[in-house]
């Protein structure tokens, strides 16, 4: 039974046309996908149905009845609940605050009845089985856990629609298991879901249709069955795409980063790693392995107790991310949010930050020179914006992320480490990234790559380690590369396999 409609809607912002009449429909118990490439305008006729956007034009039918979408209060009163993409929680209240927000239960003296509020946002965890305190700062949680609140939120909302902008982003392997449960739970109650994901993997295991957008047009919707991992690549960029992981042979050079023997509390148990220049080292394992507390710790971000890092065989001391991108090393992190972009500021500002000496002319800073370089390097990754007096704030997520890269590309470090590069960005521009960190080793720099995406963290590393709870279990080099499974991986990041040179206790 269909239950949504919508027709011909048109969304213009200035200088962006970004839906020029698409249709979409639902069906009551349905999860139905919506994919394309990044700034393709998911989030934009998402943000229409759930009232955020209202300046749209076109028809809405819910449940019969042409409706005009005004305002969140309105949708969510009506059963359409949506999840944002970007996290909108308040750090410094609890998680039970934050799900009943503006709306807490009181009681017969008017004042808020807090154990009944507690008592309804533990119901609601459970209910989605996470073990997240409703009592706790959201400030104390982490992105994946925030998530799950987000979640917890809109299903409080008697709900017939959600809508979930890539939930699953931030998720760790077991949060994911436990949505899809949940989302299998709210199709059996008949609730539809509209789900945006670039992980194709995931579209295939929870989508029951697809619906396909390029560059604000619509492109097609099939039913999920029925579709290839391939064809639907190709729906979205528009052309067949056979090289997901394109390679270089570059001859290798010198170590430029050797980290010795790293040890912090229980998270790092004196852990070592070497990377060389014109080389592309992965650096794979499971959630709380400890990858990113490792780069945090070479990039200055955190403190750690022990061991020693070189850079071009020279102790160095790395104290903070100052001293880090003195030695040359660049960290690209995966929260684009919190550690990337000033969101009120313009692209130019956002890309110029991370090296304001590209801009001076012989005369002191030059605003034109600034401009024209930062152009070249939003087109390197591709950036799609009318141009770059736009706030960050209103790029699409993906976009978001490739400035983030333009902005470390600014700078002339050696040492280049990726975390998770490649989240939330769309197919065709994954292939872009791998071409950047491609060009970056041709250009002799040393890549590290922390992905937790399995055959991404294959497909481009030359060399690879793996880690498992806070020790380096794995290390595949060189004839081994060629032969490697992913169950060989797996057996590594759970600890089941070692290599031989990896004592047991370091
Ligand atoms: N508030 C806004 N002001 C101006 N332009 C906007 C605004 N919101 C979105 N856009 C533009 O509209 C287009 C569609 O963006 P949208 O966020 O819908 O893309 P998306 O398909 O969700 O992409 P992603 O996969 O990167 O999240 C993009 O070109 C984006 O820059
Ligand atoms: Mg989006």
Known sequence: ??????????????????????????????????????????????????????????????????????????????????????????????????????????????????????RDARELLDRIRTPIPEDALVSHLSVGQMQMVEIAKALSFQADVIIMDEPTAALTGKEVDGLFANIQDLKAQGVAICYI????????????????????????????????????????????MDDYYPRVTVPRGDVVLELCDIRRGHVLKGVSLVAHAGEITGLYGLMGAGRTELMRAAFGADPYDSGSILIDGVPARIRNPRDAKRHGIALLTEDRKQQGLILDFDLNKNISLANLKAAMGP????????????????????????????????????????VVLAKWLNTDSKVFIFDEPTRGIDVGAKAEIYRIMNRLKQDGKAVIVVSSELTECMGISDRMYVMHEGRMTGLIEGDEMGGLTEETVIAYATGTKTTQSFPEEQ
């Open 1 to 118: 039974m269909t239950i949504l409609e919508m027709r011909d809607i048109k969304v213009q912002f200035p200088g962006v046309l970004a839906l020029k009449g698409v249709p979409f429909d639902l069906r009551a118990g349905e999860v139905h996908a919506l994919m394309g490439e990044n700034g393709a305008g998911k989030s934009t006729l998402m943000k229409v149905l759930a009232g955020v956007y209202t300046n749209y034009e076109g028809s809405i039918t819910y449940k019969g009845e042409e409706i005009v979408s005004r305002s969140i209060p309105e949708q969510r009163q009506r059963g359409i609940s949506i999840i944002f993409q970007e996290m909108e929680l308040l750090p410094n209240l609890t998680v039970a605050e934050n799900i009943f927000l503006g709306r807490q239960p009181t009681n017969a003296t008017g004042t808020i009845d807090w154990r009944r509020m507690n």
């Open 197 to 240: 994901s670039h992980r194709l993997e995931e579209i295939r295991r929870i989508a029951d249709r697809v619906t396909v957008f390029r560059d604000g047009g619509y492109v097609g919707t099939r039913d999920a069955a029925d579709l290839s991992v391939d064809e639907m690549v190709s729906m979205m960029v528009g052309r067949e």
């Open 363 to 402: 005369f002191g800073f030059d605003e034109r020179k600034e401009s024209r370089h930062n152009q070249e390097l939003a087109d390197s990754v591709r950036v799609k914006t009318p141009s770059l007096r736009q706030l960050a704030r209103n790029l699409s997520g993906g976009n978001q992320q490739k």
